[in-house]
């Protein structure tokens, strides 16, 4: 299995609707997962805890609101997201990623099923890391 490079893009609020828009002008499948599907309450809880478009000829794009509390300007955060199946090659690569930067979310299995972690490289750019059971044209969102 291959692993893939997408770009993850984070949103003040308006993911939803983002995304959407990306889904009716690039066609695919579009899955939406908000924070209150994983137990947030409260105002944040409609927010966009993960999206997922995958467009019938392979492009794909993920994104989020910000976590409540954190400032986002649209149009300023873009994250890059390690995603495959083999994780000793996702762990390497991460562990490489973080050094000299500042790991945020230590690569762990996490509450819906997949690996993940979260570093800011040396240059500043924010790095996730996905290592699912599922290869990633179907791994779910």
Known sequence: MATSLTPY???????REAMTFYADVLGGRLDVVTFGQYGMEGEAADGVMHAHLLTDDGMRIMASDGAPGDPVVPGSQVNLCLNGDDLERVSAAFARLGEGG????????????????????????????????????????
């Open 9 to 15: 893009l984070v949103f003040d609020g308006t993911a």
């Open 102 to 141: 500042e790991v945020h979310v230590e690569l762990a299995p996490q509450m819906w099923g997949d690996t993940f972690g979260q570093c800011r490289d040396r240059f500043g750019i924010v790095w996730m890391a996905n290592v699912g059971g599922a290869p990633a044209e179907d791994a779910p969102a």
